[in-house]
Structure formats: structure tokens, C-alpha cells
């Protein structure tokens, strides 16, 4: 698609994509580097099964974890992870990690 995308416009400036944390494998980092993705940007969501579950996610937080592990280590500019918050039934203690 970026190809595409490429032969129609002139892009200027870093390319930044957002990836779903379940696709983040040896391959998909490779091709997001051949494709001259700088910046990524990681579709956590949550680091807690039941606001994962709330919103229709099936992955689980290790997933994530992993996920961001391999970009920060890909050679990416920047990666940065996506929270949600305000979710229904969230507190301020209960927006990241074991009450955190």
C-alpha cells in the first residue's frame, strides 16, 4: 500500500504506521523497514485482560509486551504504544497494569 501511496503523492517527512500488537513477527518488521517506516506506533490498547476483553480484544498482555519489546529492539525512530482510557467501569487505579 505505502508503495502505492508513494507513486501518487510525494511524501515528505517520516512515515509512521500503527500495527496491531498480534502481527509484530520477523517478517512484518522487516517488511515495515524495507518500506521505509520510521515510526511505529503499537495498538496495545490495554495491559489488562479484562479491558482487552471489554473492548472485543483476544490478545492477551504478554503479547503487548513482546510486541513492544521487538520494535524498541527493530531500529524504528520511534515506536510508541496506543492506550485507551476511560473505558466503561475504569478508575484512575485500574488504567495500566495491576492497579498502576
Do not use: H
Request: hydrophobic letters at 40%.
Amino acid at each position: 500500500m505505502l508503495s502505492r501511496v508513494r507513486e501518487r503523492f510525494r511524501l515528505r517527512g517520516d512515515v509512521c504506521i500503527e500495527t496491531n500488537p498480534a502481527d509484530v513477527d520477523d517478517v512484518t518488521l522487516q517488511r515495515l523497514r524495507d518500506a521505509g517506516v520510521a515510526l511505529v506506533s503499537l495498538g496495545v490498547e490495554s495491559f489488562r485482560p479484562e479491558n482487552l476483553a471489554l473492548i472485543g480484544r483476544r490478545d492477551e498482555p504478554p503479547v503487548a509486551e513482546r510486541a513492544l519489546a521487538r520494535l524498541a529492539e527493530g531500529g524504528f525512530a520511534s515506536v510508541n504504544a496506543d492506550i485507551m482510557f476511560a473505558l466503561p467501569g475504569q478508575t484512575a487505579s485500574k488504567g495500566m497494569r495491576d492497579g498502576g
